[in-house]
């Protein structure tokens, strides 16, 4: 018989357990927990690309660098190639002459392209930020929010326990009322009505 009872106790336990545990992971209170988590998370996320949009760039300026710094070696090779071929026209300087300008060419293009991935990534950067800042501030003024909630509801609770006195105290006001109001007004009255005269007897 005891074990039977320590079986029985022991399952009420854990169905307790159970549905406290179902009580705390009410759907409601997830989506409240994940919404003010939301924008923080957000802002966060918008950090990263951000981060690594800007470690993409850094490269492309390292590359553009570079670039035009070969493009820069090959305008003056095909300068010194072009007098030499005007001096001494040769095949193989003009051959040498041909190669350097699609060199000096294929650097302009790619210069180019590269110029315009830094532009949209500039454009990209000023996005990414701009959201950042929104959806942080949008997690402050959360935050801010339900503190003053959270004020405003104690505030409610002090007033609602302090309503009852004040209603107490404005009964016996009004009760005391009556008596100081019509006191004077009775003063008034005896002093109006006038006294009893003497009668004369007839003669």
């Not at 090959?74 to 095949?91: D, G, I």
Request: proline share 4%; charged share 30%; hydrophobic share 35%.
């Amino acid at each position: 018989m005891p074990r039977k009872k320590m079986k029985n106790v022991s399952r009420t336990k854990k169905v307790t357990a159970k549905q406290t545990k179902t009580m705390r992971q009410a759907p409601v209170e997830t989506m409240e927990k994940n919404f003010r988590a939301m924008p923080a998370s957000i802002a966060a996320q918008y950090g990263k690309d951000l981060s690594m949009l800007k470690q993409q760039e850094n490269k492309l300026k390292n590359e553009h660098k570079k670039a035009q710094a070969q493009q820069k070696i090959a305008k003056n090779k095909c300068a010194a190639l072009m007098a030499k071929t005007q001096s001494k026209p040769t095949a193989t300087a003009k051959k040498q002459l041909v190669t350097a300008k699609k060199a000096h060419d294929a650097l302009n293009k790619a210069i180019n392209s590269i110029t315009s991935q830094l532009d949209q990534m500039a454009k990209r950067c000023k996005a990414l930020a701009s959201n950042q800042a929104k959806f942080t501030m949008l997690s402050k003024e959360l935050t801010k929010l339900e503190k003053q909630w959270e004020l405003n509801a104690k505030k409610a609770v002090v007033a609602t326990k302090k309503a009852p006195k004040k209603i107490a105290q404005k009964a016996a006001k009004q009760k005391t009322m009556p008596n100081e109001v019509i006191a004077p007004h009775q003063e008034q009255i005896q002093d109006m009505t006038p006294a009893n005269e003497p009668v004369e007897a007839d003669a």
